[in-house]
Nanobody, 115 residues
Framework: QVQLVESGGGLVQPGGSLRLSCAAS????????VGWYRQAPGKQRELVAV???????DVADSVKGRFTISRDNNNNMVYLQMNNLKPEHTAVYSC?????????WGQGPPVTVSS
């Protein structure tokens, strides 16, 4: 059974930082493209950052320079470092792993940026 379990979400003040973690079980992470998506209230889910199995990284233009994705294949982990957060970054952030035809989602920790 495949599980993606995120941690690290919560409430942070504008300008603060958070690091999201995603732990995978039941898969060999190195074979998967992994990434983070987010869904803000009243909006569609959107890609934040993705790391391919080959190591290529793509980050949404809206968060470039603020957010960094990294992965640890040996420990089946993927991380999202979020710096200089703004209220518009408030959303539910979900971990995603894909190796066609399989795709898996985590539950998503809420991130709230507010003073």
């Amino acid at each position: 059974q495949v599980q993606l379990v995120e941690s690290g979400g919560g409430l942070v003040q504008p300008g603060g930082s958070l690091r999201l973690s995603c732990a995978a079980s039941g898969v060999i992470f190195g074979f998967y493209t992994v990434g983070w998506y987010r869904q803000a209230p009243g909006k569609q889910r959107e890609l934040v950052a993705v790391s391919s199995r080959g190591g290529n990284i793509d980050v949404a233009d809206s968060v470039k320079g603020r957010f960094t994705i990294s992965r640890d294949n040996n420990n089946n982990m993927v991380y999202l470092q979020m710096n200089n957060l703004k209220p518009e970054h408030t959303a539910v952030y979900s971990c995603h792993a894909q190796r066609p035809p399989s795709t898996y989602w985590g539950q998503g920790p809420p991130v709230t940026v507010s003073s």
